[in-house]
């Protein structure tokens, strides 16, 4: 079955800097990628997601890059804030007909 | 629109004990899912429902089981509750698959402790 490996576990920036969390998966076959946001005590909510027919995609300060080639992908924060200080999750999956495989998680810290 | 709401919100057990974790969602979505959170070990699927009348095994099933009672409600039984199941357990459920919004959406999660 699919596999995600998720790096770093934890990463600390200042406020304002840029953070970048990458996750590889195992499985060619696989076409969604969506990364989840889970901030203390709460659920994970999906801040962000992308296919495999592209190659990058944008909202507002997060983005998420995919190489299919190497099998990874990659969500990048600019102007980093103290409230998105949160556990991210990346996962992988064969939409339609497979479940979601999560990464491990990356503890950000953003420190004013 | 409440989403996917998950009953109950903590709960403490006894070695032994059974009890049964309630989900149900509003939003008409086939597929629904259990998943435990334990600290360093990511989200980890137990079961999960791919449409209603079927239930499959995720990747740690072992001491769990599941009931999809109709299309908007999926529960998790714990027979005999061990210690090893003090975890964060969450339910999820996403639409059909090809549908463009794929992503799960998440209950609140249940604290269980079992001492």
């Known amino acids: 079955g699919e596999n995600v490996e998720q790096h770093p576990s934890t990463l600390s920036v200042q406020e304002g800097d840029s953070a970048v969390i990458k996750c590889t998966y195992s499985d060619s076959a696989s076409n969604y990628f969506p990364w989840y946001k889970q901030e203390l005590g709460k659920r994970p909510q999906l801040i962000i997601d992308i296919r495999s027919n592209v190659g990058e995609k944008k909202d507002q300060r997060i983005a998420v890059t995919l190489n299919k080639t190497a099998k990874h992908f990659s969500l990048h924060i600019t102007e980093t804030q103290p409230e998105d200080s949160a556990v991210y999750f990346c996962?992988?999956?064969?939409?339609?007909?497979?479940?979601?495989?999560f990464g491990k998680g990356t503890m950000l810290l953003v420190s004013p | 629109n409440a989403g996917v709401t998950q009953t109950p919100k903590f709960q403490v057990l006894k070695t032994g004990q059974s009890m049964t974790l309630q989900c149900a969602q509003d939003?008409?979505?086939?597929?629904m899912y259990w998943y435990r959170q334990d600290p360093g070990m990511g989200l980890r699927l137990i079961y999960y429902s791919a449409s209603e009348g079927t239930t499959d095994k995720g990747e740690v099933p072992n001491g769990y089981n599941v009931s999809r009672l109709n299309k908007r409600e999926f529960s998790l039984r714990l027979e005999s509750a061990a210690p090893s199941q003090t975890s964060v357990y969450f339910c999820?459920?996403?639409?059909?698959?090809?549908?463009?919004?794929?992503?799960?959406?998440f209950g609140s999660g249940t604290r269980l402790t079992v001492v």
């Open positions: 939003m008409n979505h086939n597929s």
């Open positions: 999820a459920s996403s639409p059909l698959p090809g549908q463009s919004n794929y992503g799960y959406t």
């Open positions: 996962a992988a999956t064969l939409s339609g007909y497979s479940t979601l495989t």
